[in-house]
């Protein structure tokens, strides 16, 4: 099948989204979309799916113009879509959710669902998905969860199957498993439409590539290209891939974790066991794959978590049974991963945001009465000092941007004295501008002597702040190892192997290759 | 850092989907991921000049709405004019079609129309006067104090419905659905009644003690609630639901036992209460308002400085509007909901207070009438702001007051007032509807997409959810 | 309403979830074991109960039970003990404990309490079969309410408004009914009734977006102001037109309806209590097996997912509040035509409310539910029958228990519970 989107257009009252996009996906070809978190890219698949109506523009299947009113259109015409947060049902089991909006059914509108779990098994059996058609899909991995999404489309027949984002969530050993599935696809005769912004991957998997930014299509590329010029290209200047910063100079080691310890809710270890230490004047960064237990690990060390045991002292003090408010108090600046939820209270207002855990103390309250003046002055002083684009220290802080929300964050925790500095996932969703405006602040809170703590699933910042690094499987430390390790030793640890057998494994691979 | 890539935006979530506690992470998501596309888009590869942010925010379109809480309170004031209108239009239709003369009349319709429609507009315009001579200004009144005398009685109506409603309104603002104002006043007014009646101490300390106990009262029985939701998790709409039952029947068996019950009586009805415990008279003598309402005027004022100025109420909003970032800021997201139930349960004891020595003077079961169930219209009429609420109060107390007069004497039934009082706040929580019965632009039109018609509401959150 | 926000937002705040090894269901095991030490067995009285299983005149005459009340307290109060104690070891070896534990140690609360109860009434005997069949027909209208708050809820629409639903339902089934002299007319006119309060339930909430909880409370607000005032303006000028409806006839099948105990409540119905027992067994198949009920829970647990499958969500949604309208409408004319002849004043008296307890406890389950209001029509009855046989309880309790046993419903005390995930969060595509 081929499909063909010419001068799609789509907006949001007067923002543009997608700009006179053109875009051919041939039979048999893996076309990769690569851009930035934010180019437009997921817009453009929802308007190819039938979310969204497209304000200009058409869409050719086989060269004859169709309209989706729904997604149910969009897959009538042989349109799938693996989104980048599943849609699928968690309670219900993968022969349901298969099922769902294409039942097969008995008299009377009663579910025929043995055939259904008749075709998941032959689409898993024929490309070894190994999908057990009555598991509930709330309790299956990741990676098989990704699977049913797919059968969720070949069931319907898909010949244009698009994956958003489709290895966010994976360890790159379920990459791989994914890119052999998509070659699998492939010379079934399917296309592949591949979003992402991982230019290795992108590189690794397509046949052809279209470079999204701001909404434009800003060219197309060979696989063949160089990094570097993707990159450029997918950021629209030449990009310094890495931060200029002085070599550390670790100072004492004042924060320790010894065997910490987290039980989540269903009695699993969600950290199991961790010790580390971070010196002053340096980035322990923590990576790991997403859900390995990093939340629960920043989570524990400010008070936001139950059933802790285990040590974690700062300066001698212990932290572990503190309240999140003694934690704070006793100098922990904390960035959390998902500053939407965590990090601002949307609805309240900028200078509010920026005091949002200092509310209480001076000079922002007496007794119990609060200081607008103090409050005012604070954000009028931060707002200016961190470059915040806002259009007044009044403004709701869930109007801003994604960059902008982050200096809100990170202003409000370097405005006091901090002795230690965690930032989960600081850069994620902040434009190019923002992420290197934050990286020099927490580069510089590094040199002015604090220990400084970063958790983050991306390599690439693990690899340019880190001066050590902790790697975390299934909530265990698989090790430290030094910023300058390779990505292949990472990588291999990221997918549950120790530290030592991966640096000997990657040395012997470097070895063969010589 | 380049200058364009991140500069003032006009809100893109203007017209967007209503957040909710669940969907909040997102929603949120979606809308940073749709401000980045704002960002990188309205950025574009040639840099605009920088639009200096004092002039954006000069242009600024309507504030951006984005939770409950502040659409509850950026209320568009025609909006809610409009409504109370449109109310008491359906009101009027309702007592025109029921009219006796108005069914005499229709029988003839088609050979002398105007008779019935003369009909109609006698029946609902005479039901209307009538409310309005009772609950505002009495001109056939032989005396000026007959004449003022609706407007006090208003205003006697409004003290608990202002009580409950503020405590309504604050547990709003926290996020907490408080459906147990009833229950609330009911445990107040037990406990300040008792100590009215039981105890015998001098002036001004009696009344005080009342005042205080029915405060606790409120607040314990609240507290309960925002406990059982801090500890288990437990909803507290079916909570509060479930506490006014229980409430209802508690009070009732206490009204049963030597302790409540008056002497000598066999019905549920305590003894009255010592005269050092009731409100005293605000007016004389001539009427029934009395210093229960000064209270209110009061209870008002700690509300909005409570909520607006002090520690307390930033913990309370942070809390409401999103739990985990104030739970990550160090906020006690279970003492704010223990906090929020029982200062919210100390207004409705105070209303509780106002009923039991203010207007009823004995504890029975029904003292606190349905002031409860009104209170929560009154708090979602204000907008769960605390101004709001007092003139919310004194729209419903007049109503009530009125609709007692206009019960009198047309002998329309006072549920017209419940009817009319429903429909305001149904349609006052729907704009759009509003706006497209009056044929109003609508603000959102410009922005309206695909499955966007549904403009937000005031009252579309999640709180509950 | 979604509990399950809660849950969610307490695992994220942390307060008070289950900790790993919980030792809330021992705690409350042991207490309410002790109690039943102290009272049932202890302050057992010393005479016989009676419950009767049949009346003499009867076609089948069964004897009565007749038992020990310290005998039964002790035997039920030592076994409690004994699961109490289960519940500890079973705790500390940090295991789960077995459901079944739970159930048998309700039952025996249950018998010992009954016992306890009975034979402290001046009169120690009781109708047993009577008290049954009262409990169902109690829960008649409860199990309506209930089903239609399943609908709803599953569909991910919180449905407050059962109690308007009920009362409108049983309004119109008054006035129609007695307009056409035709309980069956009365019938339809409830479902109308019904239709019409979640037509304005499902255009605010689901067209107006509008907070599903404030239109519920308000909808209900506004059809008891509604029907009160129809009621003085209308009704009470002339009832022998407006308000005097003929009853629906209790059906008997021959023959079943001679069994003991279970006849009168399978086989001895109106159409309501018919149609009560086919709604229970029809939501149940449909939601769980049948294409409709697939959407309707994947709209009220995803609603994106379903969604991007080509499910149109509100359109689901909209259907699923009138199908609930009918129900419950349904359930209001219980109240008109089966319970007593002729509307009153806000005559539904909070049993919406407890309908929506009864669809909590019942775990969002037409079956649960079914077994819930059962639960609660039993001590409604209870307390009518005991105020009769002279009890030491005050009665002001035993009709607070379906309140009290729902707050501990709720708080979890019981099992957490689930509701459906998208409950109450309304819908907006993009």
Known sequence: ?514 | MTPQDDKPVPSPTDGEAPLTRRDAKDTARKDEARLENAVETAGGAVPPPAVPATAAALGAGPAPESTLMQRIMTGNALVAFLSVVLSLILGGLLIAVTDQNVARTSSYFFSRPQDMIGAAWTAASSAYLALFQGSVFNFEGDSFVRMIYPLTQTLTVATPLICAGLGVALAFRAGLFNIGAQGQILIGATFAGWIGFTLHLPAGIHLLLVILAGMVGGAVWAGLVGLLKARTGAHEVILTIMFNYIATNLVLYFLSTPAFQRPGSTNPISPQLDATALYPPLLGPAFRLHWGFVVAVLATIFVWWLLERSTIGFELRAVGANASAARTAGVNVSKGYILAMAIAGALAGLAGVAQVSGTEKVLTSGVAASFGFDAITVALLGRSSPWGTFAAGILFGAFRAGGVAMQASTGTSIDIVLVVQSLIVLFIAAPPLVRALFRLPSPGARRARKGGSTTPTPASTGAAA | MSTATTARDERKNGAGDATVRSWKTPVILSVVALFALLVFALGAPGNEVTFRLSEENDPIVLPSIVVSAPVIGWIAALAMAALAVLAILRTRSERKIPTWVLAVFAVLFLVAFLTWVVGSARTPNVALYGLLAGSVTLAVPLIFGSLSGVLCERSGVVNIAIEGQLLFGAFAAAVAASLSGSALVGLLAAAVAGVLVSLVLAVFSIRYVVNQVIVGVVLNVLVSGLTGFLFSAVLSEDSERWNSPPRLPVIEIPLLADIPVIGPILFQQTIVGYLMYIAVAAVYVALYHSRWGLRTRAVGEHPKAADTLGVNVNRMRFLNVLLAGVVAGVGGSFFTLVAVSGFGRDMTAGQGYIALAALIFGRWNPIGAFFAALLFGFATNLSNVLSLLGTPVPDQFLRMLPYVVTVFAVAGLVGRSRAPGASGIPYIKG
């Open chain 1, 1 to 514: 099948m081929k499909l063909e989107l010419i001068g799609i257009t789509k907006r949001f009252g007067s923002l543009v989204a997608n700009d006179h996009i053109d875009l051919v996906v041939l039979p048999g070809q893996v076309h990769s979309l690569l851009g930035e978190n934010g180019a437009g890219k997921s817009t453009l698949m929802n308007v190819l799916y039938g979310l969204y109506d497209p304000t200009e523009g058409e869409i050719l299947v086989n060269d004859k113009p169709v309209t989706f009113k729904g997604p149910g259109d969009a897959m009538a015409a042989g349109i799938g879509m693996v989104h980048q947060h599943f849609m699928l049902v968690p309670v219900f089991t993968v022969a349901e959710n298969v099922a769902l909006g294409n039942e097969s059914t008995k008299a009377g509108g009663m579910l025929n669902l043995q055939e259904t779990r008749t075709r998941i098994r032959r689409i898993s059996d024929q490309y070894g998905f190994d999908v057990d058609p009555d598991a509930v899909v709330e309790d299956l991995p990741v990676g098989v969860q990704q699977r049913v999404e797919i059968i969720k489309a070949l069931v319907r027949d898909a010949e244009v199957l698009i994956l958003d984002e489709p290895t966010a969530v994976l360890t790159p050993r379920e990459t791989d498993e994914l890119l052999g599935i998509i070659a699998q696809l492939k010379a079934d005769g399917k296309s592949i439409v591949f979003i992402s912004h991982k230019l290795r991957e992108v590189k690794a998997v397509s046949d052809v590539i279209t470079v999204v930014r701001r909404g434009r299509v800003v060219g197309t590329a060979d696989p063949s290209a160089p990094t570097t010029e993707l990159a450029s290209l997918m950021v629209g200047r030449s990009v310094s891939l890495t931060l200029d910063k002085k070599p550390s100079t670790p100072g004492e080691v004042t924060f320790r974790v010894r065997d910490l310890t987290v039980q989540a809710a269903n009695g699993q270890h969600v950290v199991d066991g961790l010790s580390f230490d971070v010196a002053e004047g340096e980035i322990l960064a923590i990576a790991g794959v997403q859900g390995n237990g990093q939340t629960e690990l920043t989570e524990a060390i400010m008070g936001l978590q139950d059933h802790v045991t285990g040590s974690i002292t700062l300066g001698g003090n212990e932290l572990v049974g503190r309240s999140v408010k003694e934690v704070i108090r006793a100098g922990v600046g904390f960035v959390p991963e998902d500053r939407s939820v965590e990090g601002l209270v949307g609805t309240f207002s900028v200078a509010e945001n920026l005091i949002l855990n200092r509310y209480d103390g001076a000079p922002f309250a007496k007794g119990l009465s609060m200081s607008r003046a103090a409050i005012d002055k604070n954000a009028e002083e931060k707002i200016a000092e961190f470059d915040v684009r806002t259009q007044s220290a009044s403004s709701a802080a869930g109007t801003l941007s994604g960059g902008n929300q982050q200096k809100v964050v990170m202003a409000r925790e370097f405005s006091r004295p901090l002795k230690l500095f965690i930032a989960s996932q600081p850069t994620r969703g902040v434009d190019v501008g923002s992420i290197e405006f934050l990286h020099r602040r927490i580069v510089a809170e590094r040199d002015a002597g604090t220990p400084v703590m970063i958790v983050s699933t991306e390599l690439d910042e693990v690899l340019e702040l880190a001066d050590r690094i902790a790697v975390l499987y299934r909530g265990r430390l698989m090790g430290i190892v030094p910023g300058t390790v390779s990505r292949d030793v990472l990588g291999l640890m990221m997918a549950g192997m120790p530290a030592d057998e991966a640096l000997a494994q990657a040395h012997d691979v470097q070895g063969g290759n010589l």
